[in-house]
């Protein structure tokens, strides 16, 4: 299984950024897809959650209203477009596949390589 992101940089406070992950291997529609982030010196924490069909998501309450998560099972992609960046949104995000546990948790059965978001004020 291998989970490819991509799309992380530099915006400014205020900017956009939109990460993509595209998944192979994986029978991509039985996964529950997600994205987490660590900022330096933090645990990893939630971000965004996307259901097996994509019609539920579920965020975390410091990104609801400025990131969406969406995905396209015919890519085999998830997708997180993050808007009104703030300087706390400073992570690496990771994409994750895995299993509903509740509306801001998943289990989580393999992970994606990290990307670097740098929001500067």
């Known amino acids: 299984v291998q989970l490819q992101a991509s799309g992380g940089g530099s915006a400014q406070a205020g900017g956009s950024l939109r990460l993509s992950c595209a998944a192979s291997?994986?029978?991509?529609?039985?996964?529950?897809m997600g994205w987490f982030r660590q900022a330096p010196g933090k645990e990893r924490e939630f971000v965004a959650r996307a259901a097996r069909s994509g019609g539920f998501t579920f965020y975390a309450d410091s990104v609801k209203g400025r990131f969406t998560i969406s995905r396209d099972n015919a890519k085999n992609t998830v997708y997180l477009q993050m808007s009104s960046l703030k300087p706390e949104d400073t992570a690496v995000y990771y994409c994750a596949a895995g299993a509903y546990v509740s509306a801001q948790r998943m289990r989580v059965d393999y992970w994606g390589q990290g990307t670097q978001v740098t929001v500067s004020s």
């Open positions: 291997r994986l029978t991509f529609s039985n996964y529950n």
